[in-house]
T-cell receptor, first 114, second 112 residues
Framework: EAEVAQSPRYKITEKSQAVAFWCDPI?????LYWYRQILGQGPELLVQ????????DSQLPKDRFSAERLKGVDSTLKIQPAELGDSAMYLC????????????FGQGTRLTVV | GENVEQHPSTLSVQEGDSAVIKCTYS??????FPWYKQELGKRPQLIID?????GEKKDQRIAVTLNKTAKHFSLHITETQPEDSAVYFC???????????FGAGTRLFVKA
């Protein structure tokens, strides 16, 4: 069964350092999402791609976060500089991008900023 | 901004009882409402969804109802089992997955 792949699974970084997460969506899925999930809360959309284009990044803190999906396949989310409040689970998800379809989530990257 | 409110935040039921989780959305353009189950340490996974042209959908012990006029939708789990214990999230979006907003989640405990 195809799955969304994310790496690393866990990341500990010091504040003010740069950190990057990688996501490989299910093959053929045009839509890719990055979510941030703080413990005890629901996923919060950071950025949504349709192929290589950003269609929603209204909740992305653009002064420190950036995301790219250069070839419309895999994607990277970067934080620079990391802050203590960035500690959370970062979930990547993908969907076919058409019709009424669910989002398939990856295992996530748990980030701890110390 | 647009949001989805979910209640209750925690729900404890006895095995075999029913559980109901309710959500309210604000975006009138929303027409797709998925429900996800997230077990401890695992990824959210879809358990059921409903489109805006349908009022109710059932899949074995799970059912979802939608009231478009009131912008309410609910998840119903009957004959609960301990393995139903998890966090459940409702979400609203448009076709194609645009403007997907999640509720804050409901932690369901099913006591054996």
């Amino acid at each position: 069964e195809a799955e969304v792949a994310q790496s690393p699974r866990y990341k500990i970084t010091e504040k003010s350092q740069a950190v990057a997460f990688w996501c490989d969506p299910i093959s053929g899925h045009a839509t890719l999402y990055w979510y941030r999930q703080i413990l005890g809360q629901g996923p919060e959309l950071l950025v949504q791609f349709q192929d290589e284009s950003v269609v929603d990044d209204s909740q992305l803190p653009k002064d420190r976060f950036s995301a790219e999906r250069l070839k419309g396949v895999d994607s990277t989310l970067k934080i620079q500089p990391a802050e203590l409040g960035d500690s959370a689970m970062y979930l990547c998800a993908s969907s076919p991008g058409q019709g009424y379809t669910e989002a398939f989530f990856g295992q996530g990257t748990r980030l701890t900023v110390v | 901004g647009e949001n989805v409110e979910q209640h209750p935040s925690t729900l404890s039921v006895q095995e075999g009882d029913s559980a109901v989780i309710k959500c309210t959305y604000s975006d009138s353009a929303s027409n797709y409402f998925p429900w996800y189950k997230q077990e401890l340490g695992k990824r959210p996974q879809l358990i059921i969804d409903i489109r805006s042209n349908v009022g109710e959908k059932k899949d074995q012990r799970i059912a979802v109802t939608l009231n478009k006029t009131a912008k309410h939708f609910s998840l119903h789990i009957t004959e609960t089992q301990p393995e139903d214990s998890a966090v459940y999230f409702c979400a609203s979006s448009t076709a194609g997955g645009f403007k997907t907003i999640f509720g804050a989640g409901t932690r369901l405990f099913v006591k054996a």
